[in-house]
């Protein structure tokens, strides 16, 4: 019975491709109903089952790079709205307790990392910077500022607490100047 299902299957099958097939107007069919044909079907079958699989993949690279990089433009240009072109925090709180956040804008891409330990945040690219960024926004620190103010401001403007072990912010302007604060408890 199996036997009989297979080989009408076949048969339709090659029908169909005789019918689908190019308008070559050779006869020559007849031979096409052995094992052969079993394995051509076979082939056939893999190859479009991977030209479908690379056409999705594709697509999904297509798409997640179109996201990348209207995500990228999003924070480049929310990057080029701040008078820093990098911007690196870590506080160390002891006991495996760190927050370290850091945005870098480098030839127009900007990547942005998270890692904070108080609240068991770990992210990096878009999520990261859209957490990083509106803190970093509320900075005015410059070349000018007092290692104090600078600190201050920063632990303000992340909502950190001031009981820290060691406290290093190192920031780049746009200008190139870099600043370093560095201070332990």
Do not use: H, W
């Not at 052995?34 to 993949?57: F, K, L, P, S, Y």
């Not at 990057?79 to 307790?97: A, C, I, R, S």
Request: hydrophobic share 30%.
């Amino acid at each position: 019975m199996k036997r009989i299902l297979l080989l009408a299957s076949m048969f339709i099958v090659a029908i169909t491709l005789v019918a689908c097939g190019d308008t070559n107007n050779n006869d020559d069919t007849s031979g096409d109903q052995d094992t052969g044909m079993e394995n051509n079907e076979d082939q056939d079958n893999d190859a479009d089952e991977n030209a479908d699989d690379n056409q999705a993949d594709n697509g999904d690279t297509a798409t997640d790079n179109a996201a990348d990089n209207n995500d990228n433009d999003d924070m480049k240009q929310k990057m080029d709205e701040l008078d820093y072109t990098d911007f690196e925090l870590e506080v160390d709180y002891g006991k495996n307790k760190e927050y370290e956040a850091e945005i870098e804008q480098d030839n127009g891409k900007v990547e942005a990392d998270l890692e904070d330990e108080l609240n068991g945040d770990d992210v990096n690219g878009q999520e990261a910077f859209d957490k990083i960024y509106p803190n970093v926004k509320k900075l005015t620190i410059d070349q000018n500022t007092e290692k104090a103010d600078a600190i201050q401001q920063t632990l303000d403007a992340f909502d950190l607490d001031s009981d820290y072990v060691k406290f290093e912010v190192e920031i780049t302007f746009k200008d190139g100047t870099k600043v370093e604060f560095e201070d332990k408890n």
